[in-house]
């Protein structure tokens, strides 16, 4: 079953009432919608939801196909059907991976090895034993990849700051922008400087550019092509491209076609994690989202944190028509999640047709945007609360800090906190004239400006606690958003592990680059003609 053949949902969002009312009348509120799950906390009380309405959406889980699915799934099945392919990345943060066979092949002894090798390079690199081709220590690595290959490292290597005890410097290179590498290298020694190349293809043409523009930095400071092979490694499915390239076999980690890039952070893609966290932080990592793994496939509907999570966006997007979701991490480190979920989750299930081909006829994956708090609430809040826009929120806060400012983390949670009631009570029209009166305004003062104080409330959240950032819980919030996005696309019936929507954009991208070379644009848009005439003008 899924959503499209549940025909009261959109009846049953329009009988949700007030949720301030809601709590006025039920004190076990709050009890009743929470719940735990590796350590954190999930309160989501604050939602439009009722018993009636919250049976009846657990009643549409039970009846759909995520648990034939996810056996599928964790069997090994091609569920990937558009490209043919398994879909296995769970199995790479398992602590024991021993006997694990897909399609006649160990794939248990390949995760051990890449795992060791990875490991190796870590302690080289750490122990400064890992020399450059003048024998000098390296000093700075630089990660050339893009999308799933960037984000998800990026994401984790900024949010686990405090567990840094690398003494290589790490550097992203991700956009074609010329300006990324220009910046990076200024200042840099080749010498000292190491090159992993990330890219399942070997061909995806940012990664590709950036790697070229790094290559000949190296030669125009003296390098020749066996000190070039001594400074670039890549992790990559196409062997004779990178060696192609300058890369030396036994530099180049695996990337199996059964892992899709937005969950590959727990593969060699994770290798800049390792570095910066050191490999004991990084095996807690893989514990967390292992723990994760085992807590969604064992325990029941009624207390999974990803499908909960997932009912709820469904509720939202498939009951209200919200198509927006806010990601707002009250912790610094955390403020590049929002950019790692929103390709997880709309480059996952933005889609226009069915497993089948067929168009679908709800709506999918919703906008998911954020930044961290309290930046946010003098910033885009003023929309999420006062305007007509419904925009469901997840507020992610860690409980214990890294830091000793124990008074501003107390403080950071109350702002936390104080969002979330506001947008559930909001203020009415006599709350706003009351506070106006009791300010020293006349009657005909507060009923001029009591209008525009007045926030309507109602306004659906979730609040996650993790117990502090480590590795551990960034591992399970991690894996479970990824958990949250596969029930959604199960509940759509789309492919969630594919994404040729990104594919027009590429293929179009090279005659385009032709014509600004000088080649004939007549086959082009009179849009784009005029842009690449501007263009070529002006540069």
Not at 45 to 69: D, G, H, T, Y
Not at 81 to 110: F, Y
Not at 340 to 357: A, I
Not at 501 to 507: I, S, T
Request: proline residues 4%.
């Amino acid at each position: 079953m899924s959503v499209s053949s549940w025909p009261g949902l959109k009846a049953l969002a329009a009988q949700q009432g007030s949720l301030r009312q809601a709590f006025a009348e039920d004190p076990t509120r709050a009890e009743q919608f929470s719940t735990q799950a590796c350590g954190i906390t999930l309160d989501y009380s604050k939602n439009l939801i009722n018993r009636q309405s919250w049976q009846a959406l657990q009643q549409l889980a039970a009846q759909s196909r995520i648990k034939p699915v996810l056996n599928a799934m964790l069997a090994g099945e091609k569920i990937n059907n558009t490209e043919q392919r398994s879909v296995w990345h769970m199995m790479l943060r398992k602590t024991d991976v021993s006997g694990l066979m897909l399609d006649g092949e160990n794939i248990g002894d390949a995760i051990h090895d890449c795992r060791k090798r990875m490991t190796a390079l870590v302690s080289q690199l750490h122990n400064g034993e890992y020399l450059g081709y003048t024998g000098k220590t390296i000093t700075d690595l630089i990660w050339v990849g893009i999308g799933g290959s960037l984000l998800g490292p990026q994401m984790a290597v900024e949010a686990l700051t405090p567990y840094h005890c690398s003494p290589v410097r790490l550097h992203f290179a991700g956009n074609i922008d010329g300006a990324v590498v220009s910046d990076i290298v200024k200042g840099l020694n080749p010498a000292t400087t190491l090159v992993f190349v990330a890219s399942k293809s070997f061909g995806t043409e940012e990664t590709k550019q950036n790697a070229l523009a790094i290559r000949q930095w190296f030669k125009d400071h003296g390098a020749d092509g066996a000190a070039i092979a001594r400074h670039f490694w890549a992790t990559s499915s196409n062997i004779s491209a990178a060696t192609e390239f300058g890369i030396v076999e036994q530099n180049i980690l695996p990337m199996w076609d059964w892992v899709g890039g937005r969950y590959s952070l727990w593969s060699a893609i994770g290798f800049p994690v390792a570095l910066m966290i050191g490999n004991a932080h990084f095996a807690e990592l893989l514990k967390g989202a292992e723990a994760m793994d085992t807590h969604f496939t064992e325990a029941p509907f009624s207390d999974n944190l990803p499908l909960i999570l997932a009912l709820l966006g469904i509720w939202y997007i498939n009951g209200f028509g919200c198509q927006a979701q806010a990601l707002l991490p009250y912790s610094h480190y955390l403020r590049l999640l929002p950019s790692y979920v929103q390709q997880l989750d709309m480059e996952s299930n933005g889609k226009s047709v069915d497993v089948n081909g067929v168009a679908v006829t709800d709506a999918t994956a919703p906008v998911i945007w954020g930044d961290a708090g309290t930046n946010g609430q003098h910033a885009y809040h003023q929309l999420l609360h006062q305007s007509a826009l419904a925009v469901p929120a997840d507020f992610i806060l860690p409980v214990k800090p890294a830091h000793k400012l124990s008074d501003q983390h107390q403080r950071l949670a109350a702002h936390c906190f104080a969002q979330t009631q506001a947008l559930m009570q909001g203020k009415t029209l006599d709350e706003a004239t009351e506070e106006c009166l009791a300010a020293g305004m006349s009657g005909a003062e507060a009923a001029v400006l009591a209008p525009h104080k007045v926030s309507p409330g109602n306004k659906p959240s979730n609040t996650l606690l993790l117990p502090e950032l480590s590795p551990y819980y960034l591992g399970a919030l991690i894996a479970m958003y990824e958990h949250k996005v596969f029930c959604q696309g199960v509940l759509w019936n789309i492919n969630s592990f594919d994404q040729w929507g990104v594919e027009l954009g590429k293929q179009l991208s090279g005659p385009i680059y032709q014509a600004l070379s000088g080649a004939a644009a007549d086959k082009l848009d009179s849009s784009t003609r005029a842009l690449i005439k501007v263009f070529t003008e002006q540069k």
